[in-house]
C-alpha cells in the first residue's frame, strides 16, 4: 500500500522583530540578547543569564519585565543604538 504525501498548511511564522539580536555597552561588559520569542538574556562580566526576562516592543519603545518581576524600559535611537538604564547599547553584527 502505498500513500501519498499530504501538504499540511502550516501558520506562517511571523517574522522576527527587528531589534531582535545581541546589544553590548561599549566596555563589553553587558550582553543584552533580544530573541525571537519574546525573551531576553542578559550577561554581565562573567555572569551568563545574570538577568533574564520577557520584553515587549512597541514603535522604538522596549518594555521589560524580568522573572522576578523587576520592569524596566529603554528607547531604541536608532537601528543599532539601545538607550537603556542610563547605558548605551550597540547592536553586535
Known amino acids: 500500500m502505498t500513500t501519498q504525501a499530504q501538504n499540511s498548511s502550516r501558520p506562517a511564522q511571523p517574522a522576527p522583530h527587528r531589534y ?36 515587549a516592543i512597541t514603535g522604538n519603545q522596549i518594555d521589560y519585565v524580568d522573572d522576578t518581576g523587576f520592569s524596566a524600559d529603554g528607547v531604541f535611537v536608532s537601528e543599532d543604538v539601545l538607550e537603556h538604564g542610563g547605558m548605551i547599547f550597540r547592536r553586535e553584527r
Open 20 to 55: 531582535v539580536g545581541m546589544w553590548v555597552t561599549e566596555d563589553g561588559h553587558i550582553r543584552h540578547e533580544l530573541l525571537p520569542n519574546g525573551r531576553y538574556d542578559e550577561q554581565r562580566g562573567n555572569r551568563k543569564s545574570a538577568y533574564r526576562g520577557r520584553y
